[in-house]
Structures are given as C-alpha cells and as structure tokens.
C-alpha cells in the first residue's frame, strides 16, 4: 500500500489549458511535501515545495497544501508541451528525514 | 558543476551474479540517498548517509543489499545474487541538507537487467 497517492495516474490538457494534479498521504506523521517533474529518460528534478498550509505561487506554477487532511495538490496554467512529464509527489517527516515518494501522474499537454 | 555521477549507465547481470553500482555526489552536499525505480511500484526508498554516516536503511532488502560511504566522494550499493525482481533504475541523490535546503539533486541512474 502506497503511503503517498497520487491522482490521476495520467491527465491530458490542451496546450494553454489547466492541469491539477492531487496527492495524499496516509502517513500522518509527515510534515512536507515536494513535488518532483521527471521528463521521459531523465531524473526527477525538484519543481517545489511547500511545508505550509495555504498556497504557494512560482511562474505558472501553484502547490497547495491542507495539513489537517495531508493533501496536496499542484495546479499548472497556460500548460505548454514542454511540462509533458511525471509529476511525482513526495511526503517527509521534518528537514533531515527520507522522502517518500508517490508513483506520479503523467501530464500529456497536447499542442 | 557536473551533478551527481553515477556509474555505469547500463549494468546487464545474470542471476545470482553481484552488481556493484557507483555515486558520486555533488562536492559539497552532506546527504546522499539511494532510490530505486519501476513502472509499478515507482521511486522507491532504499538507504541515506548523511556526514557518510548511515541514517536510514529501513527500505533496503537486508539479505543481499548493501551499501557504504568510506568517504564524502562516493557511495555504493552492492546486490548479492541478484535476481530478476532487482531490475530497476537505481537513483542516486544528494542533498546540501544545510540551510533549509533539502532538495534532491537525482543523477541520471543506473539501469539493472537481471537475466
């Protein structure tokens, strides 16, 4: 059983359309969120984090996060073809532990 | 700055055979973690040194996986009789851990085939 969920497992949206991408953590030990973007044959490169509740804005990019229901979502506009990849989520317990990963959404953004 | 190094690119063994995969972390980073990687069961958690010291190997297989850090360059992870379900992509990353940074610099992987 995954401890950290993500949904969908794959999305498509229109080249300067909207993607939202959802993630969960059963573990409630955990405390902060990353969201990691890996292109096809490349390693994950970490997009953003946040280990507060509310919102976070970076460019085109806006993570949320709920600490009482440990969810986690991150919402991409005016998507471009290039965002094309997995998205991975990943939950820790504090600075200085491991991060747990989910298996990811795969984001199609169709031209 | 080159990223984190990993060595080789592509390891093929047979079963039972031992592979040894190499990291070299970005100079400076003070934690290094191996993950492994599949379509089903995705980025998976295996060990994490941190000053070289061995902080969490909770998501490693004890009885054929290893793993060290004899100094601040490099690391490795060593799978004894390996067998078919070991076929992964193994990432390794570091991390500054200082600062409030903690992101994870992955290098670009080591692909086991075991046959």
């Known amino acids: 059983q995954q401890k950290v969920q993500q949904s969908p497992e794959s999305l498509i949206v229109p080249e300067g359309g909207m993607a939202s991408l959802n993630c969960t953590s059963s573990?409630?030990?955990?405390?902060y969120f990353w969201w990691y973007r890996q292109h096809s044959g490349k390693s994950p490169k970490m997009l953003m984090?946040?280990?507060?509740?509310g919102e976070k804005e970076e460019g085109r990019f806006t993570v949320h996060l709920n600490k009482a229901s440990l969810h986690t979502s991150l919402h991409i506009r005016d998507s471009q073809p290039s965002d094309s990849a997995l998205y991975l989520c990943?939950?820790?317990?504090?600075?200085?532990?491991?991060?747990?990963f989910g298996t990811g959404t795969s984001l199609l953004v169709d031209p | 700055n080159a990223g984190v190094i990993q060595t080789p690119r592509h390891k093929v063994t047979g079963k039972g055979q031992e592979a040894t995969l190499w990291c070299e972390p970005i100079?400076?980073?003070?934690?290094v973690f191996w993950y492994r990687q599949t379509i089903v069961q995705g980025l998976e958690f295996l060990t994490y040194?941190?000053?070289?010291?061995?902080?969490?190997d909770s998501g490693m297989p004890k009885e054929r996986f290893s793993a060290q850090m004899p100094n601040q360059s490099h690391s490795t992870l060593k799978i004894q009789s390996t067998q078919p379900q070991d076929s992964a992509v193994y990432l390794c990353?570091?991390?500054?851990?200082?600062?409030?940074?903690?992101?994870?610099?992955f290098g670009h992987g080591t692909k086991l085939s075991v046959l």
């Open positions: 040194f941190r000053n070289q010291a061995p902080i969490d």
């Open positions: 990943a939950a820790s317990m504090g600075m200085g532990y491991k991060l747990t």
């Open positions: 990353a570091s991390s500054p851990f200082q600062g409030g940074d903690e992101r994870l610099f």
């Open positions: 573990d409630r030990n955990v405390d």
């Open positions: 984090s946040i280990f507060s509740n």
């Open positions: 100079s400076g980073h003070s934690a």
